[in-house]
Nanobody, 126 residues
Framework: QVQLVESGGVSAQSGGSLILSCSAS????????MGWFRQAPGKEREGVAV???????SYADSVKGRFTISQDNAKNTLYLQMNSLKPDDTAMYYC????????????????????WGQGTQVTVSS
């Protein structure tokens, strides 16, 4: 079992930047993929960015060029650098971990992840 704890969610102005962190503990050797998901009120949870054990990344079209996912394996920490923030980025952001297919075909499916953090709120005002 992997435990995940997010931090860094705050309020920001449109065009601003934030960095989210996710600290992982427990059986971290048992996972090969970690990702950031978000959920706005009344909307489904959606994938934002994913990274695998080898450092390969994938991004949702809505954040490409603005967000960067990275990981520090020595610290068991996942990051999400968020630049050029928009009001549409307002949501609860969740860190997720699991064992997924290496071809990336299922990376943005929330049901494929078996470990989730409690979430951290990001609010972007115009």
């Amino acid at each position: 079992q992997v435990q995940l704890v997010e931090s860094g969610g705050v309020s920001a102005q449109s065009g601003g930047s934030l960095i989210l962190s996710c600290s992982a503990s427990g059986d971290t050797y048992s996972i090969n993929t970690m990702g950031w998901f978000r959920q706005a009120p009344g909307k489904e949870r959606e994938g934002v960015a994913v990274i695998d054990r080898d450092g390969r990344t994938s991004y949702a079209d809505s954040v490409k060029g603005r967000f960067t996912i990275s990981q520090d394996n020595a610290k068991n920490t996942l990051y999400l650098q968020m630049n050029s923030l928009k009001p549409d980025d307002t949501a609860m952001y969740y860190c997720a971990a699991g064992i997924l297919r290496t071809d990336g075909g299922t990376w943005f499916r929330p049901l494929m992840y078996n470990s989730w953090g409690q979430g951290t709120q990001v609010t972007v005002s115009s």
